[in-house]
């Protein structure tokens, strides 16, 4: 049986210093942060940052913005905020 190329490997995910103060104090969840940039409902990407958002289920009218950039294949997540009435 020959033998199957996995591919590239996976971005490894980084957090800078001040997005895991962020996370912290607003209680975001990483997993949480990680689904936005996985599965944004929109998407801004500027020449360094991007920004990715991504409404929260229920009747809340909750954005979470997370604002993250490319380091060759890493992906390093800036910042994570929460939008009121927002549309993503």
Do not use: F, N
């Amino acid at each position: 049986m020959p033998d199957q190329d996995p591919g590239p490997p996976a971005p490894r995910i980084m957090v800078s210093r001040h997005a895991q103060i962020v996370l912290t104090e607003r209680r975001l969840p990483l997993e949480t942060v990680l689904a936005v940039v996985a599965d944004p409902d929109s998407v801004m990407a500027g020449p360094v940052l991007t920004w990715s958002r991504k409404r929260l289920p229920g009747p809340s009218d909750r954005v979470i913005c997370v604002v993250h950039r490319r380091e060759r294949d890493d992906i390093v997540i800036v910042t994570a905020l929460y939008e009121r009435g927002a549309t993503p």
